[in-house]
Structure formats: C-alpha cells, structure tokens
C-alpha cells in the first residue's frame, strides 16, 4: 500500500476489502466477473491488476502452487491469457531476484523475447511493450494515480533491458 503511495483512506479500504476476502463466503469469482465487465475490455486495466496480484505472491520471495493456481483461475476468470500470465510471472521473478544485477538474458525475459529477434523486430516488441506500460499512456487510458507509480517502475526496466540488449548487440 505504501508502494502505491495510498492514501490513509484507501488503506483502510483496501484492508476492509482484504479482510473480506479472507472470509468463506466470499464470492470470488462474482467480484472477479465485476471487475472483467468494469474493465471494459481494457486489458492494461487487467494486466496491471495481475502484475499486483503477482507483486503479492512474491511478498514472501517465493511463488508456490497455490499461489500459481490462484493466479492462473484470475487470469482464466478475467479472460486474460494464460501464456501471457507466465510471462508476468517471469518478468516478476527476473526483476524481483536480479534487480542490481541485470544480465543480457534477464533483458531478453523482461522484454518477453529471446536472441533471435532482429534489431528492428526487437525494437517493435520494445516499443509495444512501452505502449502498454507507458505512465501517460495509461492515465489517458483510466488506470488509477495509485498505479501510475508501478507503471512507472514497468516502464523503466522494460528501458534498461532494452538499453542492455542495444548495448550488448
């Protein structure tokens, strides 16, 4: 919550919605199907929602099973593609593990591709990759201010990778 700069406001309304869905006979995948018809079909919306959920799972350094099912039902729920979601998932764990130490190959998961992209193909997947993380882009696209600060954070690694693999090549 302090990440995304909250409010004390927000903060106490988070943890109520938090401690809500801790209760039994709370309905998932009804809230899950609310939030999927709110989006509007903007997939940033639902894409920047899983990076969260994902950011959440990792709060403990590790992602076990449950975890990774857990997230897998709120992709399928929220009709967000499975593959897309591991590479998430992937982006998160090369980031969270080596975030001083970068590596060539870490740039290449960040960027979801791998070395055998030509440079300009490679740069049409960076730059499109920027358009879907870009701060600006997202604010004129509804994203909240409290994620401006995460979409920021996305948009300056998919730049460093990107910077590392122009220099590397």
Do not use: W
Not at 131 to 154: C, S, T, Y
Request: aromatic share 8%.
């Amino acid at each position: 919550m302090q990440h995304m700069q909250l409010s004390e406001d927000m903060q106490k309304v988070a943890k109520k919605l938090f401690n809500q869905g801790k209760n039994k006979d709370f309905n998932l995948e009804e809230v899950l199907e609310q939030f999927r018809v709110e989006c509007h079909r903007r997939s940033h919306l639902v894409r920047i929602f899983l990076e969260i959920q994902i950011q959440a799972t990792y709060a403990d350094g590790i992602l076990d099973d449950k975890e990774q099912d857990a997230l897998k039902y709120i992709a399928q729920k929220l009709h967000f593609p499975i593959h897309e979601l591991k590479i998430l998932i992937q982006q998160f764990s090369t980031t969270s593990n080596n975030a001083n130490q970068l590596t060539v190959e870490d740039a290449y998961v960040i960027l979801g591709t791998d070395k055998s992209l030509t440079d300009k193909e490679l740069k049409r997947v960076y730059r499109r990759l920027l358009a879907q993380h870009h701060p600006d882009k997202l604010v004129a696209k509804g994203l909240p201010e409290e994620m401006i600060k995460l979409a920021n954070e996305k948009t300056q690694k998919i730049i460093s990778a990107y910077e590392l693999i122009k220099k590397y090549r």
